[in-house]
């Protein structure tokens, strides 16, 4: 099959799990269940940390294996900006996470509710995008520790748990007086970044090859941030907490079951 086109469909497989998931508010009347939806992020936490171990960290270590005892240095050092690019976007771009009232990033009183929902969700698809653009680029450009299926693996399992993302955004707009139409929009929009910063790492790989570990580990740090400042805190409030973690271990099972097996 030809590069461009694979590349094409892998970065476009995350989004449209979005996609998907962000449809079901034309099926479903009512918001989702809370427990369900808190067993739903935390599914997606385990596949996201799954995937940042097996799929980026590793392969960033043993693709710098030619430094020897420092081959830790690149996995360390991506995972750190990584966790600082995302705290950054954090403290600027508006957004408002879901049954909160108080909106984070820079203060702005002309954005709507809504809107600042959708940021959030967005504001966390960029690593996962980033992931899937770095692993596609150690294919590109021959990794013998990263294959074309290791870079469809991490965007299905990806895809897996932007499903109940996209429809843990969409649901609750329409709940709220929202037209199914303008909430399906709206849950598919938060996923359009995922191709894109994809996209764009496979782009900056192009220009600067030799930073690749560093980008594989700086994408991992990007999607820990997410895990331990939203998907987790969410998952684990309230009851139904035990529900929790066993989802949390099925889905890094999952993710690390699809890794190993198919990559």
């Avoid at 991992?220 to 989802?247: C, R």
Wanted: proline share 5%.
């Amino acid at each position: 099959m030809d590069q461009p086109l694979v590349v094409t469909i892998v970065l476009l497989v995350p989004f449209l799990g979005t996609v998907l998931g962000s449809s079901l508010v034309f099926f479903m009347r009512k918001e989702m269940n809370k427990k369900l939806e808190k067993i739903l992020n935390g599914f997606a936490a385990g596949v996201m940390l799954a995937a940042s171990i097996w799929s980026l960290i590793l392969p960033s270590i043993n693709m710098s294996g030619d430094m020897g005892n420092f081959a830790w240095v690149p996995a360390a050092v991506g995972f750190l900006l990584g966790i600082g690019f995302l705290l950054l976007l954090d403290s600027i771009i508006p957004h408002l996470h879901k049954d909160t009232e108080v909106p984070e990033g820079i203060k702005t009183g002309r954005m709507k509710k809504n809107t600042m929902l959708v940021l959030a969700v967005t504001l966390h698809n960029i690593p996962e995008g980033m992931a899937v653009g770095v692993v596609l680029a150690g294919c590109i450009y021959g990794s013998t520790v990263i294959t074309v299926m290791g870079a469809l693996t991490l965007a299905i399992g990806i895809a897996i748990q932007n499903f109940p993302e996209g429809a843990i955004i969409s649901m609750p707009l329409a709940a709220n007086g929202t037209t199914k139409k303008k909430a399906f929009l709206l849950g598919s929009l938060s996923g359009v970044v995922e191709p894109i910063f994809g996209g764009l790492a496979i782009l900056l790989i192009t220009f600067v090859t030799p930073i690749l570990p560093y980008i594989l580990s700086f994408a991992a740090g990007a999607m820990v941030y997410v895990i331990v400042e939203e998907l987790i805190p969410e998952a684990q409030s309230g009851e139904h907490t035990n529900w929790v973690t066993v989802s949390l271990a099925i889905g890094f099972i999952l993710m690390m079951v699809l890794d190993i097996t198919l990559g």
